[in-house]
């Protein structure tokens, strides 16, 4: 009897856990590792398959009672910012957005716990060490780039790590397609700046300068107060049982 290698991903299914967006349910996800020389065109194939990217797992919620939570991806070529958009773009146009290897460092740990503690106390990275940001960071097989956003005076500019005063960063994957919003943390003082808003944004300034059609956003549930900033940045496609589908999304 022959046995033919593959190369074909193992996929798992984890146990039942409370769901952290709507109360009462029970989430399950199903997941598989990132690994080798084909985890980029494998994280590719996923990500349009609805699947997120976390260190070198890949998983999409594979509820047995709920499809609450639904993929996003923005049109970036189709754009256009709203008047608020703007706005949060002029707010941060002292902001310089310098682009990384997937190397962590301890300026980027000192603000990712700034963020956790003022925003996310109680939430599931709450605890996570210096040695579990590293890995949220370097853990990939992917393109992986991290980008941090300094602040820069008015006759000054960004040459290199270290300089000017760091306000925000983004753990970003470049696919064919787009651009995957991994994770990203900024200072929690700032709330004049909307700086969730402005790395969007910014993203969708990159896909498009890149040539690259989409920026994932990952999940969006309908009535998550949480997750409803995701939506404003339109035209975008949600990902249903017919694939991905165009969603109007509302001015703001």
């Known amino acids: 009897m022959t046995h033919h290698p593959t190369q074909s991903p193992q996929f798992f299914l984890t146990a039942p856990s409370p769901c952290p967006y709507i109360d009462g349910q029970f989430e399950r996800k199903v997941f598989t590792h990132l690994v080798g020389d084909k985890a980029p065109e494998m994280n590719d194939l996923l990500t349009q398959g609805g699947f997120r990217r976390s260190q070198n797992i890949a998983y999409r919620p594979a509820c047995e009672t709920c499809r609450g939570c639904v993929s996003v991806r923005i049109l970036a070529n189709e754009f256009e910012p709203s008047r608020n958009m703007r706005r949060v773009l002029r707010r941060n146009s002292d902001l310089i957005g310098a682009v990384h290897d997937a190397e962590p460092t301890t300026e980027q740990y000192s603000l990712f716990r700034t963020y956790l503690d003022a925003r ?133």
Do not use: C, N
């Not at 300034?205 to 940045?233: D, E, N, Q, T």
């Not at 049982?241 to 001015?251: A, L, M, Q």
């Open 120 to 252: 996310h106390r109680k939430g599931g990275m709450s605890d996570m060490t210096v040695l579990d940001y590293a890995m949220m960071v370097e853990d990939t097989h992917v393109d992986t780039k991290i980008i941090e956003y300094r602040r820069r005076g008015p006759d000054s500019f960004i040459t290199g790590r270290g300089e000017g005063e760091l306000i925000a960063v983004a753990l970003t994957d470049r696919m064919a397609d787009g651009l995957s919003m991994v994770y990203s943390f900024y200072l929690p003082d700032q709330e004049e700046r909307s700086l969730g808003s402005f790395l969007i944004l910014d993203h969708i300034a990159r896909a498009r300068s890149a040539g690259l059609p989409h920026v994932y956003l990952g999940y969006w549930v309908a009535g998550s107060r949480k997750m409803a900033y995701k939506i404003r940045f339109g035209p975008q496609e949600h990902l249903g049982p017919r694939g991905w589908e165009r969603y109007e999304t509302p001015h703001g």
